[in-house]
Nanobody
Framework: VQLQACGGGLVQAGDSLRLSCVASERSFSLYAMGWFRQVSGQEREFVAAVDRTGIYSYYGVAADSRVTITREKDATTTYLEINALEPEDTAVYYC???????????????WGHGTQVTVSS
């Protein structure tokens, strides 16, 4: 099983970015999918998660009003949009998936490789 995150890169402060995460297996359309980030030298932290329908989602303290997770119903792709990027958003962003969706849950079973987001001031 693979989760492929992409869409990162070097951007300017104030820009917007949309990260994508695609699961390699169709079965993941039934799974919750989420995003985490890891700032250099810090612990990985939870950003957001969404259920299989794309209707229900929740966010961690690492996310503010600039961050939105989206997903179409039963899709194997989820997106993380970050608006008005700040240098503090610089991190490696990881996507993850889990068979269970529980609001507030941050333990995910499957992980993808991260995508680097670097925001220059």
């Amino acid at each position: 099983v693979q989760l492929q995150a992409c869409g990162g890169g070097l951007v300017q402060a104030g820009d917007s970015l949309r990260l994508s995460c695609v699961a390699s297996e169709r079965s993941f359309s039934l799974y919750a999918m989420g995003w985490f980030r890891q700032v250099s030298g810090q612990e990985r932290e939870f950003v957001a998660a969404v259920d299989r329908t794309g209707i229900y989602s929740y966010y961690g303290v690492a996310a503010d009003s600039r961050v939105t997770i989206t997903r179409e119903k039963d899709a194997t792709t989820t997106y993380l949009e970050i608006n008005a990027l700040e240098p503090e958003d610089t991190a490696v962003y990881y996507c993850a998936a889990d068979p269970t969706y529980n609001k507030g849950r941050t333990a995910f079973r499957y992980w993808g490789h991260g995508t680097q987001v670097t925001v220059s001031s």
